[in-house]
């Protein structure tokens, strides 16, 4: 069994694997990778565009967002949105603030330094 952690949906579509030994080589039949977004509250850190529920990736926009939270510009609406905002450290997918150290780890992985993560961490509602 193969499990892929942290994929993206733009990583979805079909597969196959070639082994290749000293005698020859041999290709699997092609398996489809589905990546389910429709649970609003299954996304990644960071991800927060559109507003509320993000949409399962992490782009300039959503880094923005964060940005415009940690220097109080606007508020998450709710606390799956704090949660998806305070993504630094990584180590522990947040500290309960949103500050400019979140608006950085987000741009890390719009910049694909870190791979994306699975939305965790505190709820709190301080920035």
Known sequence: MLELAN????RAGSYHVTIQNSIGSVTSQAATVVVDTSDPGAGFEADLMP????DGTV???DWTMVGR?????EDPANASEFAR????PRTTLGNG???VT???QAGRYVAGLEPLTPQ???TGSAC
């Open 7 to 10: 994929i993206q949906p733009v």
């Open 51 to 54: 507003r509320e529920s993000g």
């Open 59 to 61: 782009g300039v926009a």
């Open 69 to 73: 939270f940690a220097v109080g510009l």
């Open 85 to 88: 905002a305070d993504c630094a």
């Open 97 to 99: 603030v949103i500050s």
């Open 102 to 104: 979140d608006w950085v």
């Open 120 to 122: 965790a961490g505190r």
